[in-house]
């Protein structure tokens, strides 16, 4: 088997592209459409991190919380604070079980935690 690929619901293209794109760092890999004006699916990608985003009805549901290993998280969390991102300015926190994390919401209610072991 090999590392499984999670699907968050999207609603905007214009919003999960600033978020995911823009903001975050990925890269769009690919977009599908079955039809001009149907909804979007896409694949983001940043290192071996792989993200599908939908827009299709049934595809997932809001509110999925991904944890995501990075190797500097605090670095990571600097450089994004320095984007000045109108929607986040996250901050990260030592964790007692030995991580120091970060989480972030996405624009439609799915959570990703950014993590680096301690």
């Known amino acids: 088997m090999q590392a499984p690929i999670p699907i968050f619901r999207s609603f905007d293209e214009a919003s999960a592209k600033s978020f995911y794109i823009d903001f975050l760092g ?3 890999d690919w977009e599908h459409r079955f039809e001009p004006d149907t ?3 896409m694949q983001l990608s940043q290192a071996a991190c792989v993200l599908h985003l939908s827009e299709h ?15 500097d998280v605090i670095s990571f969390c600097a450089a994004l604070n320095a984007k000045k991102y109108r929607h986040a300015r996250p901050g990260y926190q030592a964790m007692e079980w030995g991580t120091t994390e970060m989480t972030i919401n996405d624009p439609f209610g799915n959570r990703l935690t950014f993590y680096t072991e301690t």
């Open 39 to 41: 909804p979007l699916y």
């Open 57 to 71: 009805f049934g595809d997932a549901a809001p509110g999925a919380h991904l944890r995501i290993r990075v190797e």
């Open 26 to 28: 990925f890269h769009l």
